[in-house]
Nanobody, 116 residues
Framework: QVQLVESGGGLVQAGGSLRLSCAAS????????MGWFRQAPGKERQFVAAISWNSGSIAYADFVKGRFTISRDNAKNTVILQMNNLKPEDTAVYYC?????????WGQGTQVTVAS
């Protein structure tokens, strides 16, 4: 299976921005629909955004529409999540995976904390 490593998280003030990266190794992800997911403390992991193999189809959860942008670079085997106008409720560990997710490919995630 593909190995996924997320990075780019951190602590930011409400209204700020972060750019998350997901680097894949082990195999090319160019043929896969990819997604970002998040899990807040005490809550289930939830879908955030997804992008088709050729970036032709993109989907967002309602709570991030207009604030987050997903993109990918198949040549670099990378998926990006640009997060703008962050809110305290966006605080969570963010993960990337195929969409639908492959249970064998969950990485460690990257922590995003938004201070009010």
């Amino acid at each position: 299976q593909v190995q996924l490593v997320e990075s780019g998280g951190g602590l930011v003030q409400a209204g700020g921005s972060l750019r998350l990266s997901c680097a894949a190794s082990g195999r090319s992800i160019s043929a896969y629909r990819m997604g970002w997911f998040r899990q807040a403390p005490g809550k289930e992991r939830q879908f955030v955004a997804a992008i088709s193999w050729n970036s032709g189809s993109i989907a967002y959860a309602d709570f991030v529409k207009g604030r987050f942008t997903i993109s990918r670079d198949n040549a670099k085997n990378t998926v990006i999540l640009q997060m703008n106008n962050l809110k305290p409720e966006d605080t969570a560990v963010y993960y990337c995976n195929t969409q639908p997710p492959d249970s064998r490919s969950w990485g460690q995630g990257t922590q995003v904390t938004v201070a009010s």
